[in-house]
Each structure stands twice: as structure tokens, then as C-alpha cells.
């Protein structure tokens, strides 16, 4: 099944190397192929990405207006993401597809012969003429973990003598994997203290291919960070990108050091371009979603002017009076509005009450103030901040100074109100006159009672 997939990709393969006839350039040419063939899809992935990050700052507030409730806050998120047209998992898919592209180019690579050339795979097994041409010439197949390329080595072998082999298959050609003086179908091996450093012509291959996976491991951690940039920069995707930073390269350096070079050559191809085409649409979609940006603010300032005028205006008929009724209001909401008028009603005269008793009165009261709530509009609450925004500053300013005075005198009013409740009451002198009193109307009641002289009459 894989052999059948990675057909095409092999047939590519033959292709670049037959325009070019490089092996080494082939590969980088096929990473751009791949890569430019990708770019519709990862356009729509990347500028996705790019606004999810854009997005990080409100997500952080319905997160944490909505904390407590998960079922709300997802149903909130979920809103915002179909307002901005936001897939979150529209990133996902398109990042994994690299993989089955480099499981096909793999398939490619270890079988030139049958998945490249397209040579009949009967001519190779025991017993085909491939086969025993190799045998008579004295092939050597190889063993071990480099068995699993034993392909390559065929092709390499088949190339060196090819003359002998050119009756057998119309299908064979000659490919060499040279490549800047390195054998690419060889494996790099991470045992350089084994290397005999006495020739030159010995070690040094061996370090070119040495340093084919760490550089590919350093690319790959280069274009990772370059691609995360853009990315949402929540607690928990930092997290998976740090993990994902360090597990990507690593893998990339296991895998060059266990396959053939020229796998670590496509996959610094693939990072050389991965990066180039992260920097580039980094900066043209930064700007078209800086222009979207300022849109969307523009059309949530004049929704927000537009609602606040409105609300004036309400406030302003309820003040004059001058509402109108709907008929179609049932009288149990038409009661209702009665009650909330009473309780209303009720409020305002305690509220007065409560500031004649401060001393204060409803100019006092500064704008940013809803009923007993100090602050409910804002500190700095601007009535007409969006309708006359060449004074808002000034405004704003004012407004704050106003609520801090405000403050203050509710501070000092609020100081005096205990001063005065911690005074003891002094007794008024008028206090005593009961008393005084009592003790005459007692004395008048212990005085002997006097002779009435006798009347004329008796």
C-alpha cells in the first residue's frame, strides 16, 4: 500500500533528478514542490492561527468574566470564534500533512528501483534476472539495520556497472548520490570517536554526514520557533509549544542518524522554507489583520456611541415624560411598571433624604455614579466620549478629578458622622426643674395645714 502511494512522489523524484541530474538538488527541488503545492492550504491555516493569537487578549476576558461557569464560556467562545470566522482546529490538520508526505518520500528513497524506476519487483527477487546478474558480479547484500536499503545499495552497485545490467531492464538508469562530495545514500553515524582521524579523505565525509542531522535538528527547532510566533500565546499552548519545540527536533535528529542522508537533506530543505514562508506571511498578514483590527474597533466604537445615544435619549423622554405607551403592553406589565415606578419613586426620596442629611445634592453626584453603585460607569465616565471625541481627554480628566473630590467629601462626611456618634451626649440643665419641682410640691405636702379663722357666721 505505501509502495503504491509513494509511486508518485517517486516518479517526481525521477523526474528532478533527470532535469537537474543531482540527487542532492532533486531532493531540495522536491521540498519546494511539496512546499508550494501545500501553500493554498497552509494560507488559510496560518492567517487562522495568526487572528486565534489576535484573540488571546478577549479570550482571557470571557475566561475571566466567565471562569466559574465553563458551559457559558464555551458557549461565548464559541460565539466570538463564528464572529471572527475562526476555526480552532483549522491549524491542526494541514500541520500533520508533512508526515504521510515524508513516509511517501521515504518509500521513494529506500526503493529506487521499484517505486522510482519502476523496475518489476520479479526482477529482483531470488531468481530474477536483476538478482543473479548482481550474485555473478559478486553484490554483497548488506545486513543488519542497513539491510532496509539494501535498494539503494543495489542501485548504487547497478550504476558503477551498468553496462552489464542495461540488457535486463529498459526500467534501469544510472543515479549517483553524490552531493557536494558527500554519499547521500550512506547512513550518518553518531560514533565519531570511532572515525580514523589519520585520513583525511576517511573522516572527513564522515563529518559532513555527521553534521547533516544536527543541522537538520537545529533548522527544524529554528522553523518551529518562527511558526509559533504567530501563534496563540495562551498558558497551556505555551506549554505544548515548549514540549513540541523540543520533541520535534530531537526527532529529527534520530531520524537522520538512522536513515540515509539524503532524508536529512530534505528535511532542512523542508525547514529552510518552512521559515521563509513563515516570515514572509508573518508580515503580509499582519498587516491585512492590523487593517481588519481597526475595522472591527471602528464598528464597536460606533455600535458603543450608538447605544449610549439611545440610552440618553431614553433617559431624556423618561425625564420630560414624554415616552409613549404601547398599547399592546398586557396590564400585568403595565403593573408592573407601576410597581418598578413606586419602588423607583420610593428610592429617589430616600436618596434625597439621604444626601440632605449629608449635606449634599444630586449635582454633587458625579456622572460615573449609578445609584448607590459609586463607580458603575467608570471612574472617568464621559457621557459624550465618542460624539465629541476632540474633548474627551479633557473630559476625562475632569471626570476623574470630579469622582476623587467626590470621594473625599464622602470620606470626611462619613469621619464627622463618627466623631459626633462617639461624643457623649450632654444632659440639659432644664433636666433638673422636674426634680425641683417634685421636692416643692413634696414639702407643700408635709406642711402642717393653718387655723382657718372663724367666718363672721359662726
Known amino acids: 500500500m505505501l509502495k503504491a502511494i509513494a509511486k508518485p512522489f517517486g516518479a517526481l523524484m525521477l523526474f528532478l533528478y533527470n532535469l537537474v541530474g543531482n540527487y542532492g538538488v532533486a531532493v531540495i527541488l522536491f521540498a519546494l514542490v511539496v512546499k508550494l503545492i501545500m501553500l493554498p492550504f497552509q494560507l488559510k491555516s496560518k492567517k487562522s492561527m495568526m487572528r486565534m493569537s489576535r484573540m488571546t487578549p478577549r479570550l482571557k476576558e470571557l475566561e475571566k468574566k466567565f471562569g466559574n461557569d465553563q458551559q457559558r464560556y464555551q458557549q461565548e467562545m464559541a460565539k466570538l470564534y463564528k464572529e471572527e470566522g475562526v476555526n480552532p482546529?483549522?491549524?491542526?490538520?494541514?500541520?500533520?500533512?508533512?508526515?504521510?508526505?515524508?513516509?511517501?518520500?521515504?518509500?521513494?528513497?529506500?526503493y529506487p528501483?521499484?517505486?522510482?524506476?519502476?523496475?518489476?519487483?520479479?526482477?529482483?527477487?531470488?531468481?530474477?534476472?536483476?538478482?543473479?546478474?548482481?550474485?555473478?558480479?559478486?553484490?554483497?547484500?548488506?545486513?543488519?539495520?542497513?539491510?532496509?536499503?539494501?535498494?539503494?545499495?543495489?542501485?548504487?552497485?547497478?550504476?558503477?556497472?551498468?553496462?552489464?545490467?542495461?540488457?535486463?531492464?529498459?526500467?534501469?538508469?544510472?543515479?549517483?548520490?553524490?552531493?557536494?562530495?558527500?554519499?547521500?545514500?550512506?547512513?550518518?553515524?553518531?560514533?565519531?570517536?570511532?572515525?580514523?582521524?589519520?585520513?583525511?579523505?576517511v573522516w572527513l565525509p564522515a563529518l559532513g554526514l555527521f553534521m547533516i542531522p544536527v543541522l537538520s535538528a537545529l533548522l527544524s527547532w529554528l522553523s518551529m520557533k518562527a511558526a509559533n510566533a504567530a501563534s496563540p500565546q495562551t498558558a497551556d499552548t505555551q506549554k505544548q509549544m515548549r514540549t513540541m519545540n523540543l520533541i520535534m527536533p530531537l526527532m529529527s535528529l534520530y531520524i537522520c542518524f538512522t536513515m540515509p542522508a539524503i532524508m536529512g537533506i530534505y528535511w532542512i530543505a523542508q525547514s529552510v522554507f518552512a521559515m521563509a514562508q513563515d516570515m514572509i506571511l508573518n508580515r503580509v498578514y499582519t498587516k491585512q489583520l492590523d487593517i481588519e483590527d481597526a475595522d472591527r474597533i471602528q464598528r464597536e466604537k460606533a455600535r458603543e456611541a450608538e447605544l449610549e445615544a439611545k440610552r440618553q435619549e431614553t433617559e431624556r423622554l423618561k425625564a420630560e415624560g414624554a415616552t409613549v405607551e404601547n398599547r399592546n403592553t398586557s396590564k400585568k406589565n403595565k403593573r408592573a411598571v407601576a410597581a418598578q415606578k413606586e419602588v423607583e419613586r420610593k428610592a429617589a426620596e430616600a436618596r434625597a433624604a439621604k444626601l440632605a442629611k449629608k449635606g449634599l445634592s444630586e449635582e454633587d453626584i458625579p456622572d460615573s455614579q449609578v445609584g448607590d453603585r459609586r463607580y458603575a460607569r467608570g471612574r472617568a465616565y464621559v457621557a459624550d466620549r465618542y460624539s465629541n471625541p476632540d474633548e474627551a481627554e479633557a473630559k476625562t480628566q475632569a471626570a476623574a478629578a470630579e469622582s476623587a473630590e467626590y470621594e473625599e467629601k464622602e470620606a470626611a462626611l462619613a469621619q464627622a458622622e463618627q466623631e459626633q456618634a462617639a461624643e457623649p451626649d450632654a444632659a440639659p440643665e432644664s433636666a433638673e426643674t422636674p426634680q425641683i419641682a417634685q421636692t416643692a410640691g413634696e414639702a407643700d405636702e408635709d406642711a402642717p395645714e393653718t387655723e382657718k379663722e372663724p367666718s363672721g357666721d359662726e
Open 89 to 110: 482546529m483549522g491549524g491542526c490538520l494541514w500541520s500533520f500533512l508533512p508526515f504521510p508526505i515524508l513516509i511517501a518520500l521515504y518509500n521513494a528513497i529506500r
Open 113 to 201: 528501483l521499484t517505486t522510482m524506476m519502476g523496475v518489476p519487483e520479479a526482477l529482483l527477487a531470488e531468481g530474477g534476472s536483476i538478482f543473479q546478474k548482481l550474485a555473478s558480479l559478486g553484490y554483497q547484500a548488506p545486513t543488519g539495520r542497513t539491510a532496509f536499503y539494501d535498494q539503494i545499495y543495489q542501485s548504487t552497485f547497478i550504476t558503477e556497472h551498468f553496462d552489464a545490467f542495461s540488457g535486463l531492464s529498459d526500467k534501469l538508469q544510472q543515479i549517483s548520490y553524490r552531493f557536494l562530495g558527500l554519499d547521500l545514500s550512506q547512513t550518518p553515524t553518531f560514533s565519531f570517536w570511532r572515525w580514523d582521524f589519520s585520513d583525511a579523505s
